[in-house]
Each structure stands twice: as C-alpha cells, then as structure tokens.
C-alpha cells in the first residue's frame, strides 16, 4: 500500500476538514475529504413554524449567516407561490453582493494568499522598491514608500518580538514560494489594509437588516422599511451611506485586489495545470431582475457544465426527482433505503450512524464510511460549485463583461483558456466574479433610487402571510448563488409547520466523499490532478488546491436536538 498522509485539521477555513492523501513517491495519487464534526441542522427545523426557519438556518454558519437566511426564506416563499416586491430583490441582490465582496476579499488576503506570499520574507523587501512596484499596478493612494517602510517596521516588530501571532506556524521559506520580498510585502500590507477594509463594507448589512452577523430576514420581503423622512426607516442618509460602501468596495476591488491577484498569479503560472479533477460544474443562478420564478432575468445564469465542453449548457431543475440527489455510501449516515440508494432532498433523511475509527487513529478506512458530508450528485455526476463554476457559466453564455475580463487575464499571464480550468483559474475566477459584482451592485442600487423616486417603497407583501391561508400539504426549494457556490434548501411544510428540511451546501458538493460508483468529490479530484509535494512534511500544495475551493465545512456540519443540546461529542486526543 502507497504512503499517506494526513492534514487535519486543514486551518484557515470554516468548520473542520481532513485531508489524506495517498502518495506515489512525492505525488498524489488518490485524496479523501473528510468533515469530522456531524451535520444535522435539518433536525431541529422539523416541526418548527417555516417563517422562523430562516432565523435558525443562518446559525448553521457564522460566516455564511445571510445566505442560509436568504435560502430559508427563499424554500418558504416557493413552497407557498409567494411573491416579493421589486424593492425586496434588489435589497436582498445588495445585501447578497456585498457577502460576495466582504467574502472573497478576506478570502484571499487572509485565507488563501498566505499559501503563496513568504510573510517572513517581507521583512528584506525594500520599501521604495515596493512601492514602485504597487505603483507600476494601480494608482491606490496607499502605496508610498513611507507607507510601506511603516508596514515593515510593524511586522519587523512582531518577529522580533517572537509574536508572529496570524502569521505563526506556518511554513515560511518553503522552496514553493516564488515571489519576490517586495511583492510579499505589498501582499502583506494588504493584508493588514483588508481587515480595516472589511469593517466598514459590513455596515452594509446593518443598513438592510440591523446587524452583522445574522442579518435579519421575512418571509414575503425585507424588514426595513423605506420613508425618508423617518430615522427610524431606510432615509437618504442611510442611502447615502449603501453608495459610499459600494464605491469603497468598488475602489478595493479595482485597485488593490483585481491588480494583486494578478501580479501574485503571474509567478505561479505552472498552478495553471493542476488541481481541476471533475471538469464539470454546476449553477443555480441568482440575482434577479424579476423575480426568482423568472430565470431569465437572473444575472448568473442556471445550468450545469460537462467534461469541460463551454459549448452545451445543460438545464437544471431543482425539483426534478432524478436530478439532484444525495449519497451516504461513505458518510456516517443510514438511509431507508439502504446506504447505495440516493435521496432527491424532498425525500432526504438525516440519520446518524458513526462506524469509522476510535480517536487516536492513524488512518480513515476510505473504503467504507469516512466522513460526515454526504455525495450530491447531479444526474449522478460529481459537480464543482462556486466562482469558477458562475465564471465558467456566465462566459459560455455569452456574458460580455465575463469574456472580457477572462479575455484580459488570459493575455496578461499569457496562459492558455485551459488554465482556467485549475487551482490557478480557480482563483483568479473569485477575483473576477468580485469586480463584476461590485460593478452590478451599483446598478442595483440605482434601480432601488428610481423606485424610490417615483414613490415605490414598497419592501414586504402581506399576502398568504397567515398560515389559515397556506394550502395543507406544500413543498419548495429557496435556490441561491452563495460566494461559495450553488446553495439550496429544500422544504416540506404540512398542516401548517415543517414536515421535512434538508440543506445542500457548496461545501458539501465540493468536499463530500465518494459515492456508490467510487466517484470522488470535487476536493479529491482536484488532489487528484498533478500534485507534487516539495516535502511530504510540509504540505503547502495540498492548502493551495483545498484553500482554492475556500472551504466552509460548519456550514455542511453540524447537530442539536430540538431543546439545543448537544447529541454528540467527538475528542480528538
């Protein structure tokens, strides 16, 4: 049997993940995912009132708090053919825009780029160097050599001083960095800017729905209410305030993150041909224009892709039977059915049954249950969600911006289209899915403007509102694009509350197992795909693939009974 080696837990990402890998001298020849706290959130929903289960599903992440809400309510209003106002869309395309931006910004500053910038090295970067090179990149304000000479003073402070704190324990000097120590310490000042950056792009959300974390959320609408001449109601000011945060977000974007990512990008050019595994991807689209019973109005189109072939766009439905379907064949779980059969999630079952090894342990036993995500599978295939899925879609439908800005990135690191299809592409799709959405975000907000304008304030309809008006039996799906990738959540209510609620995450499409017919997931196809580690020891290539997907495994993961206790605990000693 081949060597394997075992990263758990994978750090800088949401939730807990195992990686093993099983090794042919210094290359990867096969990888197994596994996330390792139990998921279970559809249990607590069942019997509870639909119109609080959008304030539940947001605790099933802190991170992705708006998008589980915004799907929970989405599942309801489909469920019960239940209409929102023009206002509330665009209120819920803001406030969803801005988790893209706030997301995928810190997402590459400070959860992935650390796999490709050598913090130490900064430290014999010379500042007017640096700063000329910033310059060379962009006209951001915040690249003078004073500046710079400031940033490396503060982090020459915290290595003296033995406190390397967010930068600790990690594996500086690996022969796989590449860049030199200006571009590390341009990145690693940016990375400082992006945490004061991130605190004012979040009021956003507070504007909308009164706090960050957990925005709040209606079924039927928004809960703010637009008068302009009430403080207590969304007022000029507080529009004031949406379109500085958007020109703030949209300075970031153009002039930091878009110009880092690809002078980064450009000196690790050979991650242009690993780390794809599937070829396929899939979408669900979102951001309407009319409404979510009107696909054709949605920005990021719907559909899926196969085997790499830009050309067909296959159409999805989410409440076809024979379409999305999850497997338990190597997760922790039972089904009725047995654990080959698959579940369209209407049907779906959450059912617990843990037979993998006793902590410690050396090594999960892959070829039998190893993981607590289970295996979506779309027409049976493994399928790749998030920002190169949406960007993959949007440019093989046509999406001008999409070809443009793929067009010119291409020509600057002078790749091939097939790198988009990588670790590599992967990323640099998450920047460009940020530029075109911060660029959209401003047309919404003009749209909600001239509503206003010609006297439409109108956030919330009242309709069916009263569960005497619900039919006895009724089914629905709350779709979504999250910055993660296609997210859903399935709901069955009857005589009035929740019968049966299932979740299906971006994380647990990337990251789940294999199924019945041994199919990998997207994570373990993409370890899969020319990976050659440097040492064994120091896996800095496994983080680079696995941080691409930008993992979110609390959102797959987790368990309570319906009083909030806690069934189960696993020790890891």
């Known amino acids: 049997m081949s060597d394997r080696i075992v990263v758990d837990p994978i750090t800088r990402i949401e939730g807990h993940l195992r990686i093993e890998a099983e090794m042919d001298g210094n290359k990867i020849k096969s990888a197994y995912s596994s996330g390792t706290m139990v998921r279970g959130i559809e249990v607590i929903m069942q019997g509870r009132d639909p119109r609080d289960a959008w304030a539940f599903a947001q605790r099933i992440c802190g991170v992705c708090t708006l998008v589980h809400g915004l799907a929970s309510i989405r599942s ?7 209409k929102v106002p023009k206002n509330a869309d665009l209120i819920r395309n803001l406030m969803n825009g801005a988790q893209y931006i706030h997301d995928h910004v810190m997402h590459f500053y400070h959860l992935h780029a650390l796999d490709w910038v050598d913090v130490v090295s900064a430290l014999s970067a010379d500042p007017k160097a640096t700063s000329e090179l910033a310059q060379s990149l962009s006209n951001y304000p915040k690249s003078s ?60 959300h507070t504007i909308f729905g009164g706090k960050n974390p957990h925005p709040n959320f209606v079924v039927g609408g928004v809960p703010c ?55 396929n991807f899939l979408t669900y689209g979102d951001f309407p224009s009319n409404g979510m019973d009107d696909p054709s109005g949605f920005m990021i189109p719907s559909g899926a892709i196969l085997n790499r072939d830009l050309s067909t766009i296959h159409d999805v439905d989410m409440n076809a039977a024979d379409e999305i379907k999850e497997y338990v064949s190597h997760s922790w ?16 079952e959450t059912k617990l049954n843990y037979t993998g090894p006793k902590p410690p342990y050396k090594h999960l036993d892959v070829d039998q249950s190893y993981s607590w995500l289970k295996s979506p599978r779309w ?3 493994a399928m790749e969600v998030g920002p190169l899925a949406r960007v993959l879609m949007l440019y093989a439908s046509g999406h001008e911006q999409t070809k443009e800005l793929v067009g010119m990135t291409l020509n600057k690191l002078d790749v091939p289209v097939e790198a988009l299809f990588s670790t590599l592409g992967r990323t640099a799709a998450r920047t460009l899915e940020t530029k075109i959405i911060a660029d959209a975000m401003q047309g919404w907000y003009n749209d909600l403007i001239t509503n206003i304008k010609v006297g439409d304030t109108k956030t919330f309809n009242e309709v069916l509102w009263e569960p005497s008006s619900w ?43 294999r199924d019945d017919k041994g199919q990998p997931g997207a994570y373990e196809a993409a370890l899969a795909d020319n990976h050659v580690l440097h040492d064994p020891k120091q896996p800095l290539e496994v983080l680079r693939t696995i941080h691409s997907f930008d993992p979110c495994l609390a959102c797959a993961v987790h368990l309570t009974d319906p009083d909030g206790n806690e069934l189960i605990k696993v020790k890891v000693q």
């Not at 302009?228 to 993150?257: E, G, P």
């Not at 779980?333 to 779906?348: F, I, Q, S, T, V």
């Open 76 to 82: 309801v209003e489909n469920a019960l053919d239940y």
């Open 145 to 204: 050599p004073g500046y710079f000479a400031d940033m490396k003073k503060k982090l020459k402070g915290f290595v003296e001083a033995g406190q390397l704190g967010i930068f600790a324990k990690a594996y500086w000097g690996h022969p796989a960095y590449k860049l030199p120590p200006e571009a590390n310490l341009m990145a690693v000042s940016h990375y400082l800017e992006a945490l004061s950056w991130q605190r004012d792009v979040a009021r956003l």
């Open 379 to 381: 027409k049976g295939h």
């Open 471 to 513: 039919p006895k039996q009724a089914q629905g799906v709350g779709f979504m694009e999250a910055p993660r990738g296609g997210l859903a959540h399935w709901i069955v209510i009857e005589d009035e509350i929740i019968k049966n609620y299932q979740a299906v995450v971006p994380s647990t499409w990337n990251a789940g197992p």
């Open 333 to 348: 779980y039972d089904y009725e059915g047995g654990k080959n059969a698959g579940l369209h999630p209407y049907d779906g």
């Open 225 to 279: 209410a637009i008068d302009l001449n009430s403080d207590s109601a969304i007022n000029m000011k507080k529009l004031s305030q949406v379109q500085d945060i958007i020109k703030q977000m949209m300075t970031f974007v153009d002039q930091v993150y878009v110009p880092d990512t690809l002078a980064i990008a450009s000196f690790y050019k050979d991650w242009g041909s690993r780390g794809e595994g599937l070829g």
